[in-house]
């Protein structure tokens, strides 16, 4: 499934763009006082051409124009510049002319949108594994009523949620961001305009002085969201506001005069802006700080081109103007929507897509742009704009209405797939007493059992991708900047035990907890996602991130090194690199930051115990559930080796290497792998609930093979 490069690296994400969003209001258009029709703007058309060309490329060959996301940016500028040439002619004045507003922008919208969010929805349990039903539908709700990007936001800072499927209708998150924009829009030029009128002042110049401070403020809170919580921030209405109102700016200010439009001049201005586009396409890449002040050269590049409207022979109006680029920019709209959910459901017919599979998408997404421009975009709208029974509003009412129970019934249905509490207790029972207890779970891998085929298994692979520590539900890890720092206590024993580490040592949690049943152990937490306990700066995207891990790296190490503990037991995985480090040369800088951490932890004279990571499924399979649940052969397609699956373990490796007195570190890896092999089921058991992380059921089948490795290193525990 093709990957958005750019929010992995940042969160998880996905760059998407709407590629028309309003651009719909009269470009070819409406008229001037006195009747004069609007001159055709060829050059506007021509952008949203190149944008949905950027978007699209990007999407499908993300490694060849690796900033292909900034064509959302060019769109939102686009839609900000036409929206408020509309409202500065009409200022509303009445309640009634908000709503006459808002009812058009649902005609021109919505019907296009409905209907590939119906298609789509329709299309989740034809095409798209059980696993995925629940969150992808709640995706279609979300974006059935504009709130898609704060769905997203809220997703982003999950790390747990970076090995998900991309939904089908991700890309709606830049629909909702101008659907917010218009819903506050129009009140706020109203304000202005009765502002400048209250004032007795020049209506453009208070117009325009009350925009560039929206400029300013959301520019700002752009540049630092990006800085402190970039997921968020590529999704948030308020760090985006800027862009669409760049484009409203341009609408208020004195135009380039007739003269300049005609001139070299004005052409060398457009030129200036087109490149400044294409630069930011070609350069940018998913190291890129984004939006911030980054995304200040395709929206100024955007800006300039529409406020210069060259005419010149010299200017660029011949290339935005021509045939091929008025087609895509009157079917772009369409081409976005209808483009994503292909990419997105294509390869679960055919796997990873090749160039044929490219081709098809691109040749299906025209033919259906074209169908619902003509008989959706054009035609239902016209019907909508004279129904006296199928108005605006009804339309709006009834479209959300059904959409949205039909999500929330496909919600359930993904729901009532994921066996949960007693449910999930009585099935492990009942496939462990089919299997036999000597083969269940990871004693299959050791006890040369035979069955380890997908009947029975038990979490379903549905159930397994919830199916977590307790650790999660307890919310004992720290986040964000780590300045957070919960601390969680499991059981009452006498023997006082440290769990430290990232989410790789979390993941112990349900073994420890039966090992502390029977061994009288008190288990405390000191867990973080991502962030480990290490010397070495983990390169976070926020500088307040970077420095906020290496705090609690110290916090846990004043926590655990004065005695209170008669064990510590921890673990990491190596996510991100050392700062300064790429992923594939940081290995020697993070065994060094672990040695030295190491070195003075081990001074505590308390024992430690360093637990090898696991293997690493996604090198291979992304989310280990959801290739279950949709491969044709899911034993073959979803397990990997051990060479593949191997995984960068630098904290066992500088506690193996220095020898440190009271550092032990036990390797658990003959209960995943064997010599040639390391299954996606292994002994009737989903192993991972993602591409990374343990079951709580397979965990707790590790809990004796884990307690007798403990006890072999430390026998006076």
Not at 32 to 50: C, M, T
Not at 60 to 71: A, D, E, Y
Not at 272 to 299: D, K, Q
Not at 579 to 593: K, P, R, S, V
Request: charged share 15%; net charge neutral.
């Amino acid at each position: 499934m093709i990957q958005d490069t750019k929010l992995t690296a940042q969160v998880k994400g996905r760059h998407f763009g709407d590629p028309r969003g309003h651009g719909l209001e009269a470009v070819p258009g409406a008229a001037h006082k006195g009747g004069k029709p609007k001159v055709f703007r060829g050059d506007i058309q021509g952008l949203r051409a190149i944008a949905v060309s950027l978007v699209v490329i990007y999407h499908l060959w993300p490694q060849r124009l690796t900033g292909g996301f900034i064509g959302v940016d060019v769109f939102f500028v686009i839609s900000g510049f036409l929206i408020t040439s509309h409202l500065m002619k009409r200022p509303p004045k009445t309640w009634n002319d908000l709503v006459t507003f808002w009812l058009r922008r649902v005609k021109r919208l919505l019907p296009a949108s409905f209907l590939v969010l119906g298609v789509t929805l329709a299309a989740i349990p034809l095409v798209a594994p059980v696993t995925v039903w629940k969150e992808w539908a709640t995706q279609v709700v979300a974006s059935t009523f504009y709130i898609q990007n704060w769905r997203l936001a809220s997703t982003s800072v999950d790390y747990l949620a970076a090995d998900n499927a991309v939904s089908a209708v991700q890309h709606f998150w830049s629909l909702s961001v101008e659907e917010q924009f218009y819903l506050f829009w129009p009140v706020i030029v109203a304000a202005l305009v009765g502002l400048a009128f209250m004032l007795r002042k020049n209506r453009t110049l208070v117009v325009a002085t009350g925009i560039g401070l929206i400029i300013a403020g959301s520019l700002v809170f752009s540049a630092v969201s990006t800085v402190t919580e970039p997921g968020i921030a590529y999704f948030s209405t308020f760090t985006r506001a800027w862009e669409l109102a760049a484009g409203a700016l341009v609408a208020v200010i004195v135009p380039a005069t007739a003269g300049l439009r005609r001139s070299k001049l004005g052409g060398f201005l457009a030129w200036i802006g087109l490149l400044a586009i294409a630069y930011a396409g070609v350069t940018y890449s998913g190291a890129t700080a984004f939006p911030g002040y980054a995304a200040a050269l395709p929206v100024f590049g955007t800006a300039l081109v529409i406020w210069a409207n060259a005419s010149h022979t010299f200017s660029p109006n011949g290339l935005l103007s021509h045939p091929a680029a008025r087609f895509l920019g009157d079917h772009s709209y369409s081409i976005y929507l209808w483009h994503w959910p292909l990419i997105v459901f294509l390869p679960f017919y055919s796997g990873e897509l090749g160039i044929l599979d490219k081709v098809v998408v691109v040749a299906a997404t025209l033919l259906l742009s074209i169908l619902s421009k003509r008989y959706v975009e054009d035609r239902f709208r016209a019907y909508l704009d004279t129904s006296k029974i199928l108005t605006g509003g009804r339309f709006l009412l009834v479209g959300t209405l059904v959409l949205g129970l039909l999500g929330t019934a496909m919600i359930n249905v993904g729901s009532s797939s994921e066996e949960t509490g007693s449910k999930l207790s009585t099935e492990i029972q009942r496939v462990q007493a089919q299997v036999g207890i000597d083969c269940f779970g990871a004693a299959a891998m050791v006890n040369s059992c035979t069955n380890t085929g997908l009947s029975p298994m038990v979490p379903s692979p549905a159930a397994a991708k919830n199916d977590k520590s307790q650790a999660y539900a307890d919310k004992c890890w720290s986040n964000g900047d780590f300045s957070d720092r919960p601390i969680c206590t499991y059981g009452t024993g006498k023997t006082q035990v440290a769990l430290t580490g990232n989410s790789h040592a979390g993941q112990w949690l349900p073994a420890l907890t039966e090992i502390a049943d029977r061994q009288g152990w008190t288990i405390t937490t000191y867990l973080a996602s991502s962030c480990a306990p290490t010397d070495a700066p983990t390169a976070f995207n926020t500088p307040a991130k970077i420095e906020g891990c290496l705090d609690f790296g110290r916090w846990v190490q004043d926590k655990t090194e004065s005695g209170q503990y008669d064990l510590i037991i921890t673990s990491d995985r190596q996510s991100l690199p050392v700062e300064g480090y790429e992923l594939e040369n940081t290995e020697q800088a993070a065994i060094d930051g672990y040695a030295s951490y190491l070195a003075r932890w081990a001074k505590a004279d308390t024992p430690i115990v360093v637990i090898r990571d696991t293997p690493f499924p996604a090198h291979t399979v992304s989310n280990v559930p959801d290739c279950l649940a949709s491969s044709d052969d899911p034993l073959q397609d979803c397990s990997g080796t051990p060479k593949s699956w191997k995984s960068l373990d630098p904290l066992a490796t500088a506690a193996q290497e220095n020898n440190f007195p009271f550092v032990h570190t036990i390797n658990m890896t003959e209960y995943f792998c064997n010599q040639d092999v390391c299954p996606a089921v292994i002994g009737s058991v989903v192993p991972y609930f993602d591409g990374s992380h343990l079951t709580a059921t397979f965990a707790r089948t590790l809990s004796d093979k884990l307690e007798k490795k403990v006890f072999d290193v430390l026998p006076h525990l």
